[in-house]
Nanobody, 122 residues
Framework: QVQLVESGGGLVQAGGSLRLSCAASGLTFSFYAMGWFRQAPGKQRELVAFITSGGTTTYADSVKGRFTISRDNAKNTVYLQMNSLKPEETAVYYC????????????????WGRGTQVTVSS
């Protein structure tokens, strides 16, 4: 049974930082591409960042230079460091995993976490 469990969300003031974590179990973590998505109220889910099994990272234009995705294969965990947060980035943040990076990028990964709420106050 594959499980992805996000943590680290919360309430932060604009300009602040949060670090999200996603602990994976039930899969060979190092073989999987991992992604972070977010969904704000009334909006579609969007891909924020992803990291390949080899460690290559890619970011949405809106978060480049402010967010950093990383992975620790020894801990079966992927992280999202978020700096200079903006109120419009208030959303539920989801972790996702798939063997194929194309599937993650296409928004159809095999596995999803339940999400963690991030609220950025102005």
């Amino acid at each position: 049974q594959v499980q992805l469990v996000e943590s680290g969300g919360g309430l932060v003031q604009a300009g602040g930082s949060l670090r999200l974590s996603c602990a994976a179990s039930g899969l060979t973590f190092s073989f999987y591409a991992m992604g972070w998505f977010r969904q704000a109220p009334g909006k579609q889910r969007e891909l924020v960042a992803f990291i390949t099994s080899g460690g290559t990272t890619t970011y949405a234009d809106s978060v480049k230079g402010r967010f950093t995705i990383s992975r620790d294969n020894a801990k079966n965990t992927v992280y999202l460091q978020m700096n200079s947060l903006k109120p419009e980035e208030t959303a539920v943040y989801y972790c996702a995993a798939d063997r194929r990076i194309s599937t993650v990028v296409g928004g159809q990964p095999a596995y999803w976490g339940r999400g963690t709420q991030v609220t950025v106050s102005s």
